[in-house]
């Protein structure tokens, strides 16, 4: 068979190659970049070339003093201290071809999806402002799709290589295509990072784990604007559970070895 005269089809490495009379099923190689990663329980040998970060929630409903919960009373400081290390450590990862995958809340304008056990999460009494209500600063729906509310913070702007999903539950794999993009492209270790640990980053990082994924909790990268007891449960939980726990210089030293 003659590789040069086939088309790829599908997104590598799912990728077959195909003419009009063949189909190449036998998916291209990835060439492996096994790095050696210190954790908490254990030290770890990992291939980048499998894995992926998944950046939840960092956005200006939850990260802005313009945002959501700004508005609703909660001081948003926990929620800004991800920033920074993200600031240095997603450029390491691009360079080694790691995709920056940001998972976002991100609402249909309509809320059609959304169950009334969800709305109240947002909008306990009902006259509150609530998901794709109008923020009173400046008017932009809350978590809603292509909004200000929903967009990351600026301070982390997304590249345009990096990968977008919506999602509409605490889960980041609930009801959307996390899990079929990760698995076209191969990646079966997710570094999680972004906000609030206990809830969104926590609920994604189990069903990962659920669904067969290796899960690493990025520490410094990871915050919550919850009481003390919840991170601690968080990084219990996942030690104990679902995962391991690095920080991000571990990461970036670890690459610099390549």
Known sequence: MNSSSLRTLGIPPNAWGVTDAIADLTRPTVEPQPIALATETKNLRLDLAKTAILVIDMQNDFCHPDGWLSHIGVDVTPARQPIEPLQKLLPVLRSANVPVIWVNWGNRPDLLNLSPATLHVYNPTGDGVGLGAPLPKNNSPVLQAGSWAAAVVDELEPKPQDIRVDKYRMSGFWDTPLD????????TTLFFAGVNADQCVMTTLQDANFLGYDCILVKDCTATTSPEYCWQATIYNVNQC???????EGIS???AQL
């Open 180 to 187: 079929s993009i990760l698995r076209n492209l191969g990646k």
């Open 242 to 248: 679902f995962g391991f726990i690095c920080d991000s």
């Open 253 to 255: 030293q670890a690459i």
